[in-house]
């Protein structure tokens, strides 16, 4: 897809000012920044200095961390895409595992199995990882921490466990996997295991002074698949696209097909029972932003690094394929985290997508004329109409934005639909026709539909009987 014109420079002068002040504030040695959307150029700015006698620039790489998650968690809906696994499955089923292995695939990418943070062991003090063989064969010495299912609790090592499911059963390394399934398919070059020559320097920034230590190098090991990837803020802005818009970047779902992004994207529990401000899906963080907008991905952190990679899903004025990442060279800035979204927010304010006109369509089918209108339902009025190709209702009082529910009918049985998306997702709608063949009446989740309100036992108010 060709992007459009490129933003007003005012625009761009305003995404430029908001990382600067972030990068000053927040005392970051260097910072990259991105945003990818359809119908404009790509834009990124960098403000700061690497470390290394390098400039800094966009094709710079970061540490990303545990954004590296994101990766692994896509190559896991792969390998169960082509029936290789089921996201029920125990993990014991495909790796012989000497603890954990009756904790499912689907526990494990959202966090939700109660397996311990880390593995065994101190990593953090010694910086030593793990390889393959010590991962599993300490696995009996890693503790369960909560019940399974009990909560949100984030753990690197479930996402290391994944990260070997994928491999034996791929025949191949993780970081193989990950090159020819995920970044080769995606154009995403500039994302790689190990760090080029030119990649910046993480730094620990004295909280009392203006001294930046560089931290010590890591190499994670077997650990890798939860956070060992670097990449350039340009590419994660383009990942982060995907991730909201898969079919605008891989039209052909070559790495995944949209309805298995949409698998990942649905909130499976809370990351805060009190304030229930973010959520998490399958290997994806989930922010909600308001008026029915969401922000998808995720934040990484390693020693020396701290990146945000989301995507924007909703809302009025949201381009195509809209993703934004910040990486920076600061363990600290946590304000790095919040930018991304900031970015995101601003392009939508001060540069929306434009307004697509509407055209005129196809008409409905004859035998679906006799649905279309107002019905009514448990008390309640619906509209049903005929958009885009499908049938689709609303309710008559839904708040503007809420998507409808879009029905799909079944092949083998006359009258019959299933409901694709929306409201009752996944339950039938029936329709009985009089004699005349007239639409007369409706079951949709086996509730009745009339054309007139009527009361549970049959009263019709307009009729009075």
Known sequence: MSAGPAPDSRVDERLGRLVRRVQADARVPAVSAALHRADRPLWSCTVGETGTGSPLGPGTQFRIGSVTKTFTAALTLQCRDDGLLDLDDPVGRHLDLPAHGELTVRRLLSHTAGLQREPFGDVWDSLRAPDADQLVAELDRAERVLPTARRFHYSNLGLAVLGQLVARLRGESWAQALTGRILTPLGLTDTTVAPRPTAATGFLVDAYSDEAHPEPPTDFGAVGPAA??????????????????????????????????????????????????????????????????????????????????????????????????????????????????????????????????????????????????????????????????????????????????????????????????????????????????????????????????????????????
């Not at 970015?343 to 004329?369: C, F, M, Q, S």
Request: glycine share 14%; aromatic share 10%.
């Open 228 to 465: 060992q990837l670097w990449s350039t803020a340009t590419d994660m802005a383009r990942w982060a696209a995907f991730l909201a818009d898969p079919a605008a970047l891989d039209p052909t779902g070559t790495v995944l097909a949209p309805a298995t992004l949409d698998e990942m994207r649905w909130p499976l529990t809370t990351t805060d029972e009190t304030l229930w401000g973010a959520g998490f899906g399958l290997g994806l963080i989930l922010v909600p932003q308001g008026e029915r907008v969401m922000h998808v991905g995720h934040d990484g952190a390693m020693p020396g690094f701290l990146a945000g990679v989301y995507g924007r899903r909703g809302g009025d004025g949201t381009a195509g394929a809209m993703g934004a990442a910040v990486l920076g060279s600061s363990g600290t800035a946590a304000e790095l985290f919040d930018l991304p979204h900031r970015l995101l927010a601003a392009a939508v304010e001060h540069d929306p997508a434009e307004i697509e006109p509407w055209r005129p369509g196809t008409p409905a089918p004859a035998a679906l004329r006799g649905v279309l209108g107002r019905w009514w339902g448990e008390g309640f009025e619906y509209v049903f109409s005929w958009r885009d190709g499908a049938l689709r209702a609303s309710g008559a009082g839904d708040a503007a934005g809420r998507p409808p529910a879009i029905f799909t009918p079944l092949p083998d049985q006359l009258d019959v639909f299933r409901t694709a998306s929306g409201r009752e997702a996944g339950e039938l709608l029936r329709l009985t026709r009089d004699e005349a063949g007239a639409v007369v009446r409706m079951h949709w989740a086996t509730y009745r539909f009339t054309r007139h309100q009527e009361t549970f036992e049959g009263y019709d108010f307009r009729a009075g009987s």
